[in-house]
């Protein structure tokens, strides 16, 4: 199954302003397609794949912001307390 993805680049005609747009085309799953525009709540096939592409970059956002707060963490030397006293670790 052949999908027709199509990414929109400058242009007077854009709908949304400072969004480019290209022709791209790609073979996708169908069914993952359907699958996923379920799951993402989306009324279009080209919604859902803008939806997934966002919460793949919104995901991979909050991954780094949170392996860098577990690398100060670390390199803060903090000591953690239980209440029977220092944890081993």
């Known amino acids: ?3 027709r993805v199509i990414i929109r680049t400058g ?5 949304i302003p ?3 747009v290209s022709h791209k085309h ?8 359907r ?3 379920k799951a993402l709540h989306a009324r ?3 919604e859902t794949i803008e939806r997934a592409l966002d919460k793949v970059l919104d995901d991979a956002e909050r991954d ?4 860098e707060a577990h690398e100060r963490f670390l390199k803060s030397r903090v000591q953690i307390l239980d209440v029977f006293g220092k944890l081993d670790g």
């Open 44 to 46: 279009t096939e080209t």
């Open 1 to 3: 199954m052949f999908i």
């Open 18 to 20: 400072k969004r480019r």
């Open 11 to 15: 242009g007077p005609q854009m709908a």
């Open 64 to 67: 780094r912001v949170a392996r």
């Open 26 to 33: 790609y073979q996708l799953d169908s069914a993952k397609i």
């Open 35 to 37: 699958r996923a525009q």
